[in-house]
């Protein structure tokens, strides 16, 4: 069983450009987590959706951020005019809804954001 | 607000030192603990959890944490270091929602442990 997949694994782009993160959960998982982790702190958490619903955006920066988890598809985290605040490793996290594992977020290896 | 504080931002050892990285809370409510691990290059690995029953909660690669409610605290533990064990450990908490806890945890700062040979 594949884990949680991200790409790509480094991204860089300039200042206004936008900036696309993907994220497949491990396979039979429909839950999944976005955080962000700035350098020298830990992760910070943004956004929590299952399919085709956010459910808790309440680390969403108010402007540029979004994201979306479709019925069909990865869940993609969307930056738009990147700044180089923006800057970070950008780490997606998957759960499933029942099992011996419902409680346990599976983490990918993470997205590095670089804003020039 | 929520928080997690992780005492120490680096710790250094030699191989076969005892461990005890510190971890304490805020959290209105029950909570899920969790400690991951980073190691260089690699992606966040659950090291251990505990959601209820026995505060003493035992995990992979010797590691060990206990749960005192009355401290808030969930250090964690390992009686002999080695150098494979050199990475970065991040404390984790969400609130424990009659048995499931599908929210966002709240993480430490995290702790690099770096251990010599």
């Known amino acids: 069983n594949a884990g949680v997949m991200q790409n790509p694994r480094h991204l860089v782009r300039r200042r206004g450009q936008e900036a696309r993160l993907r994220c497949s959960p491990m396979k039979g998982h429909s839950h999944v987590y976005w955080y962000r982790q700035l350098p020298e702190e830990g992760l910070k958490f943004m956004v929590y959706l299952q399919k085709e619903n956010i459910i808790d955006e309440s680390g969403m920066p108010k402007e540029r951020f979004s994201a979306e988890f479709p019925k069909e598809g990865p869940s993609i985290l969307r930056i738009q005019q990147v700044v180089r605040g923006d800057s970070a490793a950008y780490f997606c996290?998957?759960?499933?809804?029942?099992?011996?594992?419902?409680?346990?977020?599976?983490f990918g290896p993470g997205t590095r954001l670089t804003v020039l | 607000a929520q928080s997690v504080s992780q005492h120490n931002h680096h710790v250094i050892l030699s191989e076969a030192a005892s461990l005890e990285l510190g971890c304490n809370y805020s959290y209105g409510g029950t909570v899920n603990l969790f400690w991951y691990v980073q190691y260089p290059g690699q992606h966040l690995q659950l090291l251990l959890k505990?959601?209820?029953?026995?505060?003493l909660v035992k995990g992979i690669k010797g590691f060990e944490a206990e749960f005192i409610k009355s401290k808030f605290s969930f250090n964690l533990r390992k009686p002999s270091v080695q150098w494979s064990d050199t990475a970065e450990y991040f404390c984790a908490v969400n609130l424990n929602a009659g048995g499931t806890s599908y929210g966002k945890l709240t993480f430490g700062q995290g702790t690099i442990l770096t251990v010599h040979p």
């Open positions: 996290a998957s759960s499933p809804t029942t099992g011996m594992h419902h409680n346990e977020q599976f």
């Open positions: 505990y959601f209820s029953g026995d505060p």
